[in-house]
């Protein structure tokens, strides 16, 4: 195994498996946190560890203190919010630590952006085998929520890639885990949103590419119907699928929307003249430099801009880079703005194949009917349940929908899309969820008691904990 060239490999500030070290003065402030639909938040002391040194006396320096760490802050709700206590900033703990191209994998600490660890990769003919819908992601934020991407219909989670990771708990000391060593810490860990240590570092298998070029082929539907049986027909022609659906339309046209299919090009099969385009960048692109003001996501401009973007959706092939296929909303920076100051939630209900088509109706009837407009709904596939105890996708199908704050409306419209999802045996993505409650959750997740019992083990002291974690009970009480 041998470190890539531009890799700072850590030296006296790494913690090998097994080692616990003392406490040492750890500077803290406090600051106003959200997540990014700048829904709610909380104010908590931070620390922003340098080194995995000090990210372990972060652990030791205030054992009354309960723990959360934030990587860049993409979940959407409060999962890395800490109200009750401290939260960690790790995105400076973000070196790539080791290339192996024989065996196919990259080690990286679990600060490490996406963005960071492919515009790394893919220069060198790699990609990541799963990724979300962002890449400004920290690896050991990916890995806490278990990410999905377009592709888990065949690939699955994260979680499925990791060969081990290293993770710090509460006492000091660190663990290696994987699916064969330390493996309930593994199965607690992938999907536990943080609360069963900080994840240090993590080793991931790679796809080989050639080029950065996706073959893309997109397929207009005129309704819901149409979509979802486009969806199921066509999800084995391509690694990679997603539909974008109208959340507004209504009537006939209720649910109508676009498919968008993709596959890695090969280099003998780019297109004659057309360009390999280089490595993606590790920023976004311009930032929105303000909050817009109401009108600009209400539901007259959203309803222009849907039905312009279903107009322009015709069916035929095109070629994408990976940025504009993977990741369309990064091209600008900050664009949670759009949604003003009231912010907004993304609603991710994940629905059996069986009742996705009722299911999907009626929650986009509910979006439809209060007028909460979105401009992003997207339908995916799903493929095998994750490992993780916690972990959100199994077989069927994910509507995600952004949902601006609407007010005294927003949390009643809340509790009547759960009511929807429960009822047709769905759950909810933790990663996205902003107000749900503790029994509903409860309901859609059969394996929350084995979670409690394993993050017990784990954190016997009460040291891990999250605004979300108490709202929804996801710990056994001490």
């Known amino acids: 195994m041998t470190a890539p060239d531009d890799a700072r490999v850590p030296r006296d500030g790494t913690l090998p498996p097994g080692v616990a070290v003392s406490a040492s003065p750890l500077r803290s402030a406090k600051v106003s946190l959200s997540g990014w639909g700048r829904f709610g938040g909380d104010r908590s002391v931070a620390y922003r560890p340098e080194s995995w040194r000090a990210l372990s006396d972060a652990v030791a320096s205030a054992p009354e203190q309960t723990l959360i760490a934030r990587g860049l802050g993409r979940s959407y709700g409060d999962s890395a919010l800490n109200g009750d206590g401290a939260v960690v900033l790790t995105e400076r703990l973000g070196r ?13 600490e679990g600060g490490t952006s996406l963005a960071r ?26 890995l806490a929520a278990d990410v999905h991407g377009k592709n888990h219909h065949v690939d699955g989670t994260i979680g499925r890639h990791v060969e081990e990771l290293t993770l710090l708990v509460s006492s000091g000391e660190t663990l290696r885990c994987s699916p064969r060593e330390n493996a309930e810490a593994f199965d607690a860990t992938i999907g536990g949103m943080g609360l069963t240590g900080f994840i240090l ?33 066509e999800e084995r022609l391509s690694r990679y699928s997603v539909a974008w659906v109208d959340g ?23 297109p004659r003249g057309r360009t390999s385009p280089g490595g993606l960048p590790e920023s976004a692109g311009p930032s929105v430099p303000f909050d817009a003001p109401s009108f600009v996501l209400g539901p007259l401009s959203v309803a222009a801009f849907n039905a312009v973007f279903y107009a322009a959706g015709r069916d035929g092939t095109t070629y994408a880079g990976f940025p504009g296929f993977f990741f369309p909303l990064d091209a600008v920076g900050a664009w949670n703005r759009l949604y003003g100051r009231r912010g907004f939630i993304q609603y991710q209900a994940l629905l ?26 997207v339908l995916k596939t799903t493929g095998p349940e994750g490992r993780g105890l916690l972990s959100f996708p199994r077989p069927g199908v994910t509507l995600g929908l952004d949902v601006p704050n609407v007010g005294e409306r927003l949390r009643p419209l809340a509790r009547r899309l759960d009511a929807i999802v429960l009822e047709a045996g769905g759950r909810l993505y933790l990663a996205k969820d902003s107000l749900t409650d503790a029994a509903t959750f409860a309901a859609m997740y059969p394996r929350l008691a084995e979670f409690r019992a394993a993050q017990g083990r784990l954190d016997p002291q009460g040291r891990f904990s999250s605004t979300q974690a108490r709202r929804l009970a996801l710990l056994e009480r001490r």
């Open 352 to 377: 059996p194949r069986e009742a996705a088509a009722e299911a999907c109706r009626r929650l986009l009837e509910e979006i439809s009917r209060e007028r909460a407009a979105s401009f992003l709904a």
């Open 248 to 270: 507004l339309a209504r009537g006939r046209s209720l649910g109508r929307g676009i498919l968008m299919r993709g596959d890695h090009v090969p280099l003998a099969e780019v």
């Open 117 to 142: 660890l492919l515009s790394f990769l893919v220069p060198r003919g790699y990609f990541l085998p799963v990724v979300p819908g962002t890449r400004f992601v920290t690896v050991g934020g990916a």
């Open 96 to 108: 790539i630590l080791d290339l192996d191209e024989e065996g196919l994998t990259v080690t990286c």
């Open 201 to 233: 570092s993590a080793r991931l298998r790679l796809l080989p590419v050639e080029t950065p070029l996706v073959r893309v082929v997109k397929r207009r539907a005129k309704d819901l119907d149409e979509l979802l049986s486009r969806l199921y027909e």
